[in-house]
């Protein structure tokens, strides 16, 4: 069993920035960050893996940057030029081997 403990959510107005941090309890491999804001289905903001490949959703191409730092299980997701519709749920996640773990979530918010 793989515990994520998140943080860094919150409250900021659109064009600003939020940096979340997301920390395993043991070592994984893909670990990433999916939102899900309400009413709406959860969906992939980007993902890394041990080896430092990373994936990116269309719509943070640009803005969002995904990182990791293996020594210490954690992954990092520094969000750029914030917009409301970024408002949403952040969920972290890791895999190892064939499980699939998820955080608790984290709010984000941007106002207008």
């Known amino acids: 069993q793989v515990q994520l403990v998140e943080s860094g959510g919150g409250l900021v107005q659109a064009g600003g920035s939020l940096r979340l941090s997301c920390a395993a309890s043991?070592?994984?491999?893909?670990m990433g960050w999916y939102r899900q804001a309400p009413g709406k289905q959860r969906d992939l903001v980007a993902v890394i893996t041990s080896a430092g490949s990373t994936n990116y959703a269309d719509s943070v191409k640009g803005r969002f940057a995904i990182s990791r730092d293996n020594a210490k299980n954690t992954v990092y997701l520094q969000m750029n030029s914030l917009k409301p519709e970024d408002t949403a749920v952040y969920y972290c996640?890791?895999?190892?081997?064939?499980?699939?773990?998820w955080g608790q979530g984290t709010q984000v918010t941007v106002s207008s």
């Open positions: 996640l890791a895999r190892r081997v064939l499980n699939t773990y």
């Open positions: 043991g070592s994984v491999n893909t």
